[in-house]
């Protein structure tokens, strides 16, 4: 009873949450692009931060609105059929401006093969996205980061891997679990509740799949999302 409560509690709270904070997203963009008057580069810089700022806790919230959804089994998918190459490619053009302004090469390694997946798209992204995301945020400049697709009969592996700090052994196997973060220097600075990669894996897991890290400090570290082949066949 007490655990259902708290579940309750939670998803009330992160949906009156999100109101407000979707207006204030609204009125700094209106703000930026001048609907209150002209701005000095100072005022424009602060509001440019305080946009950041509510789209890191937007984020948040919606992590903690996924989260109760899946702990109370109403995460609902929706499957369509989806080319696992444009999924790729898909995410590194969403990124490709912030590697670039973080200096880092993005690309991606399409399969040779024409891949469908059975899956729900926006989640998918959501997956990729966060572990993109990740990838860059963890990796210095002049590295890369390369999203590819490949066969693994009876699975299609999407992997993220970048050329970054790599992730300690001891963190490795805390890595899915609930508000778990990595014990780093810039962790708190960049924001998060700890939520996105036990978010990611249980996704993996509703559509039949599994989200697994090989990482060596130093050296980078890859994720492999594997989902089921709904079909495949060669490329023209």
Same mark, same amino acid.
């Given at each position: ?96 401006? #912030? =590697? ?11 399969? *040779?093969?024409?891949? +469908?997946?059975?899956? %729900? /798209? ?17 990796? #210095? =400049? ?11 009969? *009876?699975?299609?592996? +999407?992997?993220?891997? %970048? /050329? ?73």
């Amino acid at each position: 009873e007490a655990d259902n409560l708290k579940q309750e509690f939670l998803s009330v709270v992160t949906h009156e949450l999100k109101t407000p904070l979707t207006a204030i997203q609204g009125y700094v963009r209106l703000l930026l692009m001048g609907k209150g008057g002209d701005l000095t580069a100072k005022q424009a810089d602060l509001l440019h931060r305080c946009r950041d700022q509510a789209d890191v806790l937007y984020r948040m919230v919606q992590d903690l609105l996924d989260a109760t959804r899946i702990e109370g089994g109403n995460l609902a998918l929706d499957t369509q059929p989806m080319d696992a190459n444009q999924a790729i490619d898909d995410t590194v053009s969403a990124f490709s401006g #912030e =590697a670039l302004s973080r200096r880092i090469k993005l690309s991606s390694d399409p399969s *040779p093969e024409s891949l +469908l997946l059975l899956v %729900d /798209s926006m989640r998918l992204q959501q997956i990729l996205g966060n572990l993109v995301k990740n990838a860059l945020k963890f990796t #210095e =400049a002049g590295g890369e980061v390369t999203v590819r697709a490949r066969v693994e009969i *009876p699975w299609v592996v +999407l992997e993220v891997e %970048d /050329s970054g700090r790599g992730i300690p052994p001891a963190a490795q196997a805390r890595l899915f679990e609930k508000f778990y973060q990595v014990d780093r220097g810039d962790t708190r600075k960049s924001g998060g509740a700890g939520l996105g990669l036990y978010i990611c894996e249980q996704l993996a897991q509703a559509m039949g799949g599994s989200l697994t890290v090989r990482s060596e400090v130093g050296r980078g570290s890859s994720f492999e999302l594997r989902l089921p082949i709904h079909s495949q066949g060669a490329t023209e």
